[in-house]
């Protein structure tokens, strides 16, 4: 009965079990993103940013994820009631589903006679899963903008449905650039066929995963590009009427989706889980990189313990520091004793140390530059992005086709001069029509229309 059991359940645990961190896990993940995000804003404007809840602040999301489900949920007299409460549930859940194509570490392991990837579903067509269910997640906006029965709240969710449709087409042709080179619509492929080619696509095509990043920044609301709900307003566009668990939400996908996009970029065009200058036996001592960090990370923790001056933010402090040391531990393993563990284990932290790094540019992007007005944004992604990165698209097949041997019709060129070609090309083209908008502006200001 028992191998019966083990028969029927194993091929569906592992992907449970994934599931069931990504559901448990990534609310907890979203709210210390928002921590850091606070921590780098306080760095940046020279203050300390949130301290008082825990050492350094490090329980203030845990006080907030409280504080929200307390608070009074109010719903609007006139609203509809059953879109305004499941709206942001269809946010929130495109965000979380997303995340099913993402394949983490390298491989497949066998888990009770089973093969296994680190991922909800090895989808053949994982990069068009993730951007179609990603993209439902307008539905939430939209709705939620419409069932609020409130003139701020429905142009803000016009506003962000007329961004997202303007910056998905210029994130499309980007990835398009990527999966030309792959070959594939497949996660695992996508970072296998780099691995096996020995560079990461940013190099091949830096152009494309510029593009992809500013897209990336406008599709998920991020400052400067936070037009649809512009916090810093009066008014919170398309969640003006949320309040309490369901502005929490709503927030919770707008986190989410942005750990989708550092993921997608981190996949296509930054090697995924593969270390840095993998297969170079010079820097193999990089391996040794992920247990030094969290050692340091626990040792700054112990370090400083006796400095606080509360029991309670001891205890915690210990708690993390004890916590770095056992990831420390476990990341060693594969180092030390266990090297079969090393593609899984590795190959999850350098997937999500690229996320953490992609994810620390957006925030330093909010901070760094003023919002667009909605005009400068619209011309931004219709005149420049859209046009330049179907371009990019074009150049980069050419160079493909040069790439070739003379046997199958190319001229047998490296991949740098096909880089060459492609990038200057683009550039060109961008310049091109970078001088057209100025003419614009000029002849509309000298008309003063």
Same mark, same amino acid.
């Given at each position: 009965?028992?191998? #019966?059991?083990?028969?029927?359940?194993?091929?569906?645990?592992?992907?449970?079990?994934?599931?069931?961190?990504?559901?448990?896990?990534?609310?907890?993940? =979203?709210?210390?993103?928002?921590?850091?995000?606070?921590?780098?804003?306080?760095?940046?404007?020279?203050?300390?940013?949130?301290?008082?809840?825990? $050492?350094?602040?490090?329980?203030?999301?845990?006080?907030?994820?409280?504080?929200?489900?307390?608070?009074?949920?109010?719903?609007?007299?006139?609203?509809?009631?059953?879109?305004?409460?499941?709206?942001?549930?269809?946010?929130?859940?495109?965000?979380?589903?997303?995340?099913?194509?993402?394949?983490?570490?390298?491989?497949?392991?066998?888990?009770?006679?089973?093969?296994?990837?680190?991922?909800?579903?090895?989808?053949?067509?994982?990069?068009?899963? !993730? +951007?179609?269910?990603?993209? *439902?997640?307008?539905?939430?906006? &939209?709705?939620?903008?419409?069932?609020?029965?409130?003139?701020?709240?429905?142009?803000?969710?016009?506003?962000?449905?007329?961004? *997202? +449709?303007?910056?998905?087409?210029?994130?499309? /042709?980007?990835?398009?650039?990527?999966?030309?080179?792959?070959?594939?619509?497949?996660?695992?492929? !996508?970072?296998?066929?780099?691995?096996?080619?020995?560079?990461?696509?940013?190099?091949?095509?830096?152009?494309?995963?510029?593009?992809?990043?500013?897209?990336?920044?406008?599709?998920?609301?991020?400052?400067?590009?936070?037009?649809?709900?512009?916090?810093?307003?009066? &008014? =919170?566009?398309?969640?003006?009427?949320?309040? @309490?668990?369901?502005?929490?939400?709503?927030?919770?996908?707008?986190?989410?989706?942005?750990?989708?996009?550092?993921?997608?970029?981190?996949?296509?065009?930054?090697?995924?889980?593969?270390? $840095?200058?993998?297969?170079?036996?010079?820097?193999?001592?990089?391996?040794?990189? %992920?247990?030094? !960090?969290?050692?340091?990370?626990?040792?700054?923790?112990?370090?400083? &313990? $006796?400095?606080?001056?509360?029991?309670?933010?001891? !205890?915690?402090?210990?708690?993390?520091?004890?916590?770095?040391?056992?990831?420390?531990?476990?990341?060693?393993? %594969?180092?030390?004793?266990?090297?079969?563990?090393?593609?899984?284990?590795?190959?999850?932290?350098?997937?999500?140390?690229?996320? +953490?790094?992609?994810?620390?540019?957006? *925030?330093?992007?909010?901070?760094?530059?003023?919002?667009?007005?909605?005009?400068?944004?619209?011309?931004?992604?219709?005149?420049? /992005?859209?046009? +330049?990165?179907?371009?990019?698209? /074009?150049?980069?097949?050419?160079?493909?086709?040069?790439?070739?041997?003379?046997?199958?019709?190319?001229?047998?060129?490296?991949?740098?001069? @096909? *880089?060459?070609?492609?990038?200057?090309?683009?550039?060109?083209?961008?310049?091109? #029509?970078?001088?057209?908008?100025?003419?614009?502006?000029?002849?509309?200001?000298?008309?003063?229309?």
């Amino acid at each position: 009965m028992i191998d #019966l059991l083990i028969r029927f359940f194993a091929p569906h645990l592992v992907p449970l079990i994934i599931v069931l961190v990504v559901v448990l896990v990534l609310p907890l993940l =979203a709210g210390y993103v928002v921590l850091l995000e606070r921590k780098v804003m306080a760095d940046i404007q020279a203050r300390l940013g949130p301290m008082r809840v825990g $050492p350094h602040g490090l329980l203030q999301p845990i006080a907030d994820a409280v504080k929200l489900l307390l608070k009074e949920d109010i719903i609007p007299e006139n609203a509809d009631r059953f879109l305004f409460w499941i709206a942001p549930l269809i946010s929130v859940t495109a965000a979380m589903v997303a995340f099913a194509g993402l394949t983490f570490a390298p491989g497949k392991y066998e888990f009770f006679g089973h093969l296994n990837t680190v991922a909800v579903a090895d989808l053949n067509i994982g990069i068009l899963f !993730i +951007v179609a269910v990603s993209s *439902m997640g307008i539905f939430g906006i &939209v709705l939620g903008g419409w069932a609020s029965n409130s003139h701020y709240s429905l142009l803000g969710a016009l506003r962000s449905s007329a961004q *997202m +449709v303007s910056y998905e087409t210029a994130a499309g /042709m980007a990835l398009i650039s990527g999966l030309l080179l792959a070959g594939s619509l497949s996660t695992r492929a !996508i970072v296998e066929k780099q691995a096996a080619e020995g560079v990461w696509y940013v190099f091949f095509a830096p152009l494309a995963f510029f593009i992809y990043m500013v897209a990336s920044i406008a599709e998920t609301n991020r400052a400067p590009f936070d037009l649809p709900e512009a916090e810093s307003e009066l &008014v =919170a566009g398309y969640m003006t009427e949320f309040s @309490g668990f369901r502005w929490a939400l709503y927030f919770l996908a707008e986190y989410c989706n942005m750990i989708v996009v550092a993921g997608i970029a981190t996949t296509v065009f930054l090697g995924g889980w593969l270390r $840095p200058f993998e297969g170079t036996r010079e820097a193999d001592f990089l391996d040794l990189a %992920p247990t030094v !960090i969290f050692l340091g990370f626990a040792g700054y923790c112990l370090w400083r &313990v $006796p400095r606080q001056f509360e029991k309670i933010h001891k !205890i915690v402090l210990s708690i993390f520091a004890g916590l770095c040391f056992v990831i420390a531990a476990a990341l060693a393993l %594969p180092v030390t004793v266990q090297p079969a563990w090393k593609p899984v284990l590795h190959g999850v932290f350098w997937f999500l140390a690229k996320v +953490v790094a992609y994810l620390y540019a957006f *925030m330093w992007f909010r901070f760094t530059f003023p919002r667009y007005r909605f005009d400068q944004l619209m011309r931004l992604g219709w005149q420049w /992005m859209i046009p +330049v990165s179907i371009v990019h698209v /074009m150049m980069l097949g050419l160079a493909l086709v040069l790439q070739r041997p003379p046997q199958q019709g190319g001229l047998g060129w490296a991949w740098w001069q @096909g *880089m060459l070609v492609s990038t200057g090309g683009t550039l060109l083209v961008a310049a091109w #029509l970078g001088a057209l908008g100025e003419r614009r502006t000029q002849r509309i200001a000298e008309s003063g229309v």
